[in-house]
């Protein structure tokens, strides 16, 4: 489909709605409806909650045409999505909480969940979004209820389950660069005990970004993702939920525009790099002259089995979880037709984890209480292939560079509860607690390789020239959350509420990529940093006006670190050490419906985080963390031919922002508009949709990721990511 075709289309449709009859009406996106959530590990109104939370039903996200985790993340305040490997790697920062490292075997600060499931392996958390019931976004610390490094916050994913209704839908879109995606799920009873639920996404399309060299296009889409859940149903006070889950990508990546910066930390695109001999100034940031075709390919597996029994006085729930992520990436790192730098990432990660809790309940009183643990084994390396060399056995060229495997094993227990208690009508009491004891171990080596065909490339590649480096570490943490709070109900309608949390997250290794210099040594000073605290302190308020037509809710909070684990890229290596750092900020959500049709949603957030590294360098700010984001959908809705039309408009704004603690021009993001418009037409009893859809609509070119290796000494240039390009498409979908 074409610019104007889709112009044709979106003009037709637009010249086809009707104005309202006297008697017509239209029902409207049911934003402010109730949602209910399960923040605190049982089913409450996202409104009685005392937790800056944003939540989007999956109702919600079909009418949005919300279809992955960025457009989610893109409509709550102060949350984004961070991509360090751009298609390939995925993370979530709230609140100025966030991390570029894209060492596979780092945790991120912001968890992601899905069904109750921790993902561990950031590689693992670009799922694509279908048949989801709902997600939930909980800014701030969560430490004591989910526990796993949760210092920044957490999003949950949670899917449509099976039941004995015969339920499902079909969606397929159509749209630039030969895109083709679908997703579809169905579901019913088997028997009277037993109903069933298989749902599936694919997605292709042949990538946007053009190799002038090879004549070839990257960062395409090859994904394909299934899930089958049996949920068995013998009595109605105890379940058994059975999910299998399956995805794997295969794509073209690594796509890096390559910037000239002659001088360390200095852009100078009209100057050719010296060191490489190279220059790319034609002013098209998705085209490029690259020598390898960079490639990640992907694969994950889950089998988790959830069980819960309903007792007189409490609930028994339990969640076992196997699961599996494979990975192998490289990508042309020195963005240039100079078989110099190609980096490369392998993961193989299994993780184990089994919760254990009771929910009960008395007349003025709430509590939970349970043990969690996870094992995580991680085998995974990283390297470079280098310029290439003659063999020395004989006369066939090959290619040297590093092969640097290792492995972390990581145990970690959990106790944890929480009580809220009723202390009047209108106060309520909340008091949370976890231990957590991790123990990990991180064995790692630097070996100088060749890379000859026929043998393992990477991740025990045989062929050692020499090794520069092994480090070998153990260390073993108690690290302590709690949560004390109160909420106040001013009405029905309205409540306030103020806590203290003590979030933490786990200490961990390093896994440098090349060998480290003077006066840095691979001992446990270097290799190994220790766990993060956050003291957060904050106030909210929730708010239900024009008689429910409006939800308005606002937050301050100030965070106090000790030990924060700052990331940080020292030449073209990738070292965490831990640091002191304080933020504050606030944020304002609106919801409203004000008038039959018409769905709005504002959201504001200011956030001002300032990291102290020591040893007498400059305070700087964290990475990915604008001081302003601002996000706005309108939407209206209008009857047409016995369905429904409805046209939809969203923007975001990110200010200024950082990609290193360097703060340098190199890594700065001077902030950016985006954009999207979309016109849906829905049935008589929403049986079928079409929707046409235009992403990015100004064709803003921004920054996602810069990685600095300016300068002489490193390789003359700046590795620049951006977004993807203006984007259209058609979507049509049924449902039954």
Known sequence: MNARTLGLLLVGLTLAAPTYGEDEATSSLVIIDEIVVTAQKREQNVQDVGIAISAVTGEQMRQLGYTNAQQVTSMAPGVHTVQPNGEANYAIAMRGVASSDFTTNVESPVAVYLDEVYISQMSGTGFMLFDMERVEMLRGPQGTLYGRNATGGLAHFITVKPSQEVDGYGQLTVGRYDQIKFEGAAGGPISDVLSARVSLATHNNDGYIKNRLLDKRLNDANDWAGRIQLLFE?????????????????????????????????????????????????????????????????????????????????????????????????????????????????????????????????????????????????????????????????????????????????????????????????????????????????????????????????????????????????????????????????????????????????????????????????????????????????????????????????????????????????????????????????????????????????????????????DGAPKTTSVQSPKWNVNGLVRYQWPVLGGTMAAQFDMLHRSKHYFSLTGLPTVEENGYVLTNASLMYASAADRWSVTAFVQNLGDEEHLVQTFDLSGPAVFGMVEQYYNRPRWWGLSLAMYF
Request: hydrophobic letters at 35%.
């Open 234 to 614: 013998p009595t109605d006070a105890f379940s058994v939920l059975l999910n299998v889950r399956q995805s794997e990508q295969d794509i073209s990546t690594g796509f890096f525009e390559h910037v000239t910066a002659a001088e360390e930390g200095v852009l100078t695109p009209n100057l050719v790099n010296e060191v490489l001999g190279y220059i790319d100034n034609d002013g098209d940031v998705y085209e490029g002259d690259y020598d390898k075709d960079g490639f990640n390919k992907l694969e994950t597996e889950g089998y988790s089995a959830t069980v819960k029994w309903d007792f007189e006085r409490f609930t028994l729930t339990s969640i076992t979880d196997y699961s599996t992520v494979q990975r192998d990436y490289i990508e042309d790192s020195d963005a240039s037709p100079m078989p110099v730098f190609n980096f490369f990432l392998t993961t193989d990660a299994e993780q184990f984890s089994q919760e254990v809790r009771l929910n009960g309940a008395t007349d003025n009183m709430d509590w939970v209480a349970g043990v969690y643990y996870l094992d995580l084994s991680v085998d995974d390396s990283n390297g470079a292939e280098t310029e290439p060399f003659i063999d020395p056995a004989g006369d066939t060229p090959a290619t040297s560079g590093l092969d640097n495997p290792y492995e972390t094993n990581t145990k970690s227990w959990s106790i944890f509860g929480q009580v809220e208690r009723r202390l009047t009508d209108q106060l309520t009491g909340v008091f949370g607690a976890r231990w957590i004891r991790d123990e990990k171990d991180h064995e790692y080596f630097v070996n100088v390789v060749d890379f000859i065909p026929g043998t393992i490339q990477r991740n025990g590649n045989p062929n050692i020239l020499a090794q520069l480096a092994a480090y070998r570490g153990e260390r073993e943490d108690d690290e302590f959350s709690i949560r004390l709070a109160l909420n106040y109900n001013l009405s029905d309608d309205a409540m306030l509420y103020g806590s203290w949390n003590r979030g933490v997250k786990g200490g961990g290794y390093n896994s440098p990529v090349f060998p480290l210099n003077p006066p840095l040594a691979y001992d446990d000073a270097t290799m190994s940093y220790d766990p993060e605290q956050l003291d957060a302190f904050e106030v909210g308020f929730k708010s239900r006006l024009l008689g429910g037509l409006m939800i308005l809710n606002g937050a301050a909070y100030y965070y106090d670190y000790k030990d924060y684990q700052a990331f940080q890229i020292i030449g073209i290596d990738t070292i965490t050490t831990n640091a002191d750092a304080e933020s504050y900020g606030a944020e304002l959500e609106l919801k409203a419906t004000p008038t039959e049709g018409l769905d709005i949603i504002l959201g504001f957030a200011y956030n001002d985080i300032e990291v102290d590294l020591g």
